[in-house]
């Protein structure tokens, strides 16, 4: 099947890695990870110029019809582009996405949106809520939604304000959201975490809600963040009385010696490789008592079957070609994982044939042995095949499962490598099967922006397009269609349901 929409332009790029986003890349990883994203006061994610070359490269390429305008849209026969929101009052990036039932539920670093997609073709914002606090990572369950706050705040208001994180009286943590009224959500509490949340995971039971945070140390100067960092925040949340929200456990995940803790070492032991200080992302499969965990150079599973006291099982390195575990996906049958290495951060160009196809890429495993006894085996790479110019930050990025049974289809956003459908069912033989993207936001400077977070719910691909906005994609293929059959009352991603119970 032809997967280009115009037949006249050729998709197989061949851009090199100008000298500056060369330069830049190596900057990125010899400071480590640009905490996907960091906030946007950092220099990291302000847009920086490349080199004249690349920026004449981007340009050509353009010329020759070899990647897209600049914000044009293409995309493979399969793929409809249904609608577009654009970013309306709260004009930040655009991060993370959640659905319960006609509603998705958007994050961005100035608080978060909520859309009525009742229609597909003309979703509507029902309400928006200012509350800053990078990078707003978003969840729900029944009447509460949960939003990490990952930046130093005067305090833990959705009035408060930035401050430097060496600040004894700095705020971060947890936020809890009443949405029974999905036109005014009520904010109901708040719980404070060693080094805040940058992302979290639910684990949703009857009467409580578990919510695992992961945040990870960035330095020892940090009063609320000292090493070793090597575990994860568990709260447990009443259901019917939130407002006593609270951490009830801060499990070791790698015990060790030193003040480090057992994780990764990083370099310059390992080049290249982030030392482990605590995790990015975590997802759970409850329907199996698993979770697998992207630890920035660690990637573990662990058992949940007593959801406040998660039990590593296995723990897995590669100090090849993964720079930073960013996030995790499991098969229907629990018997692979799909890990994510976001090399350089996110606000890097490594999408190009320079930095080639293992490495920014994903990294598919296979889970051997039953029980506890169960280990992660590697099988391959995967990444997109389309080259990106150097003005565009590319690398494997948020994605959930296409529930069909029997097969192992995933979609994937790729910053501006865009949205990636993908098929994983023979472990060691991945391929691509469908694609959206736009072109550069920018041919001249290296901009953040592209797809944050793209997710398949009730028939549809939605897309959070950190500065574009909310995407509609349909998606129409033999090998897809039966997903379509599968409704979903609620959806996180990083709790994955069982789709076929």
Not at 26 to 54: E, F, I, N, Q
Not at 96 to 107: C, E, T, V
Request: charged share 20%; net charge negative.
């Amino acid at each position: 099947m032809t997967l280009l929409q115009d037949s006249t332009r050729t998709r197989r790029r061949r851009l090199g890695v100008g000298a500056a986003a060369a330069g830049l890349l190596a900057a990125l990883l010899a400071a480590g990870p640009v905490s996907a994203t960091p906030d946007p006061g950092d220099r990291s994610t302000a847009p920086k110029s490349v080199s004249k070359s690349a920026e004449t490269e981007a340009e050509a390429a353009i010329a020759a019809g070899e990647i897209p305008g600049q914000d044009e849209i293409v995309h493979s026969d399969n793929i409809q582009h249904l609608a577009n929101l654009p970013k309306d009052a709260l004009p930040n990036y655009n991060t993370d996405l959640a659905f319960q039932g006609k509603y998705a539920f958007a994050g961005n670093y100035d608080g978060f949106r909520i859309f009525d997609i009742s229609n597909p073709k003309a979703p509507r914002t029902v309400s928006q809520v200012l509350c800053p606090g990078s990078q707003n990572d978003i969840s729900v369950s029944g009447n509460l939604l949960f939003l990490s706050t990952d930046s130093s705040r005067s305090d833990n208001s959705c009035a408060s304000t930035t401050q430097p994180a060496t600040e004894k009286s700095s705020w971060e943590g947890m936020k809890v959201f009443d949405i029974s009224d999905k036109r005014n959500p009520k904010y109901v509490a708040a719980v404070e975490t060693a080094c805040g949340s940058h992302t979290h995971t639910l684990v949703p039971e009857k009467k409580d809600v578990y919510v695992y945070v992961s945040s990870y140390s960035p330095s020892a100067s940090f009063p609320d963040c000292q090493p070793p960092h090597d575990g994860i925040s568990v709260i447990k949340v009443p259901r019917k009385a939130p407002q006593k929200a609270a951490v009830v456990n801060f499990p070791v995940l790698f015990p060790g010696e030193g003040a480090d803790g057992g994780g990764n070492p990083g370099a310059p032991t390992n080049p290249g490789v982030s030392k482990t200080t605590g995790c990015h992302d975590i997802t759970v499969l409850p329907s199996e008592d698993l979770a697998a965990g992207a630890c920035m150079g660690d990637g573990i599973l662990f058992s949940i079957k007593d959801p406040a006291n998660p039990k590593v099982i296995d723990r897995v390195q590669d100090n090849v070609n993964f720079a930073f575990w960013h996030s995790a996906t499991f098969n229907q049958k629990a018997n692979k994982v799909v890990f994510t290495d976001e090399l350089g951060g996110g606000g890097a160009a490594t999408c190009n044939a320079e930095i080639g196809q293992d490495r920014g890429a994903d990294g598919i495993y296979d889970i051997v042995g039953k029980g506890d006894k169960r280990k992660l085996v590697f099988r391959s790479y995967f990444k997109i095949p389309r080259h990106q110019a150097d003005t565009e930050n590319c690398v494997a990025h948020n994605g959930s499962l296409i529930p069909v049974k029997g097969k192992d289809l995933m979609v994937q956003a790729w910053y501006q490598g865009g949205v990636s459908v993908w098929d994983f069912t023979n472990s060691s033989k991945p391929k691509e099967i469908g694609y959206f993207e736009r072109g550069p936001v920018s041919t001249d400077t290296l901009t953040l922006g592209g797809s944050w977070s793209a997710y398949y719910y009730n028939g549809y691909i939605y897309s959070n397009d950190i500065q574009k906005g909310f995407d509609v994609l349909k998606l129409s293929d033999k090998r897809t269609d039966p997903a379509k059959r599968i409704r979903m009352d609620e959806l996180n991603v990083q709790t994955q349901p069982d789709y076929f119970d």
